[in-house]
């Protein structure tokens, strides 16, 4: 079996037996009213929430460093980008 299975395994199972371990009523405020709900609710709320806010956050797109892919840069009458001329070097250093 694989690690990545076999984890996923072992976190369900530790994650029900802690969930069946809770199960009595406790008294859950929100904002103007009292609720009375068992803590196996509480924490399977907090956990579905928890999976989905990660999946949400691992599914994001990375950020793409574009390239210049044009050949302006390689006639040898240019000079790169990300170089200063003389003029603005002498600016820079008064």
Known sequence: ???????????TVLITIVMM????????????????LPKLVILTGAIFIGVILGLIMASRPTKTIYTNTNNENQNNNQRPF???????????SE
């Open 1 to 11: 079996m694989k690690a990545k299975t076999l984890f996923a395994i072992l976190l």
């Open 21 to 36: 371990q809770n199960s009595d009523e406790v008294k859950f405020k929100v904002l103007f009213w009292d609720l009375y």
């Open 82 to 92: 990300d170089t200063l001329s003389a003029e603005d070097r002498d600016y820079i």
